[in-house]
Structure formats: C-alpha cells, structure tokens
C-alpha cells in the first residue's frame, strides 16, 4: 500500500475507523470521509474530511480535494451507510427512502466522483453490501433491498470498467459492533465478523494482489 491514496467513506463509524487504521498501518495515504468529523482524528496521519455524501457536488468537491491533496487516488472503500428494522405492515416510506439514500446512494455519489482519479490510477473499489440482502427476513425489507442495490451497482459497474477500475463487494453479516451486542444480548458475539478482520478482507480487494478479482460479491460471514 506504500505511496498509495485510500478513500474511505463513513469513515469515523466503527468499521470505518477500523479500515483507515489498517490503511494506514500498511503505509498508505488514508483520506477520511464522513457528514461530521471528530475533534481529534483517531487514526495518525490521515486526512479527515467532512462530506456529504448524500449531495453529488459534496461528494465530488471531496474526491478532488483528495486528488489535489494526495495526488492521486487509489482505492475508495464505500462503507458510509445505515440500518433500519421495519416491517412492511407497519413501516413508511420514509424508511425506504432513507436505506436508499444512505446505503446506494453515497455509494453511487461517491464512486461517480471519485472515479476519474481511480480510472488515471488504475485503481479498485470496494462496497459494502449484505449477506442479509441475498435471502431477506422479516423487518429488512428497506435494508435489504438498498444493500441489493449496491451489489447490482458493482456488478454493473465493473462490467464498464473492466480492465480500467476493479469493482468488488464484500457481504458481511452480523460485525460485532457495541450496538450489535446491545441490541442482541442473548447472542453470542463470538462468531460475528470482527470489523478488524473485515477491514483486511477490503485492503486485499484493493491490493495488487486481487488485480484479476472484479464484479465479485464475497460473503464475509464469520462462524454465524
């Protein structure tokens, strides 16, 4: 990763966070992107950025201050986005509309700025969809069907890009996160994906050695 630019999104949430450390660690510039940035930046070296995914022109005015900053950008790790629990019957459309905008939309936003500096680098993304989106159960209808949207978007995109830009995503299930375990007491954390280890399957992706891995979706499940 030396002398490389790595842009990830959703950058201060817990995964996020996990995969700017590890970018870092393996001696890449880390630009980090979120709708509101700390104080103190937890992760040494790296560029914190705030941004607004959700807008088109927050996002692209980002990605060329990454470029102008960095010089170049390498990798872009879509990992800003949400989760609800809301079933048909009883949910609104506001639900819908919110899964969508976090969960594809920044991806789409992002990937679509960023893009002319990944093709100049010939470069690599990786979205974060769901393993939950593949068979959804009851009350993740709205999440399910945005993080479907964004498999479908990686497929797409790298049938475009093929031989420019690499285009994977991961499909984790449950990370082992503070509010996973709060809101599931009774589970056993112990074989949920820690976010450290996922964040190693995506500098992988994005590594040299995946240059013939692209328009995969690669479930990412632990012991669950």
Known sequence: MQGKTIVVTGAFGILGRAAAAAAATAGAKVAMLDIAVPATNPVSGAIAMKADLTDPESAAAAMRKVRDDTGRIDALLNIAGGFAWQTVADGDAKTWDRMFTLNLKTALNATKAALPFLIEAKGAIVNIGANAALNASAGMGAYAASKSGVHKLTESLAQEQKGRVRVNAVLPSI????????????????????????????????????RDITGALIPVTGRV
């Open 175 to 210: 990370l082992d996160t503070p509010q996973n375990r709060a809101d599931m007491p009774k589970a056993d954390p112990s074989t949920w994906v820690k976010p450290e280890d996922l964040a190693k399957v995506l500098l992988f992706l994005v590594s040299d050695q995946a």
